[in-house]
């Protein structure tokens, strides 16, 4: 079948320059200046730092991390109440896929919208559809998420 031709009859082991190369592109992912440290999104939100990290735990904000000293950043679409609830619905439904394939999926162009990012397109009249759509392309079962 067609399928049968897809599958590889090896497990693909990246090399140590493939590994590099991808740390090299997820420390410019996460310096990019739409990448905020905890101090200026708390500032740009009109939170304190401490109200913020509150919120990080309780899995309202999407945060990115590096590892060692550079902290977290906190992508600026959730700035915005719609591209905030959009974040925090998805982490809710999607708990077990890491930060970086949401944060992509969330700020990279997609075609279901026109070549826009969800983060981009969110709003108060389409948040529940996005949400349903974006969970089916990560593979979820789709329902409505209680937003209220």
């Not at 983060?119 to 593979?139: E, H, S, Y």
Request: glycine share 8%; proline share 5%; hydrophobic share 40%.
């Amino acid at each position: 079948t067609a399928a049968a031709a897809l599958v590889s009859d090896s497990v693909w082991q990246p090399t140590e320059g493939d590994i590099q190369h991808g740390r090299a592109l997820m420390l410019s992912a996460f310096s990019h200046p739409s990448n905020l440290g905890v101090v200026e999104f708390a500032r740009l939100a009109g939170k304190s730092r401490a109200q913020i990290y509150n919120d990080i735990r309780a899995n309202r904000y999407l945060t990115l991390t590096m590892g060692g000293r550079r902290g977290i950043r906190l992508p600026d679409f959730q700035l915005r109440p719609e591209g905030q609830k959009l974040a925090e619905s998805i982490l809710m439904k999607a708990q077990e896929v890491d930060a970086w394939t949401l944060c992509a999926l969330l700020t990279e162009p997609n075609e279901a919208l026109d070549g826009k990012s969800p983060a981009q397109t969110a709003n108060v009249k389409n948040l529940d559809q996005l949400v349903r759509m974006l969970l089916t392309q990560l593979g979820f079962e789709s329902g409505a998420p209680d937003l209220g």
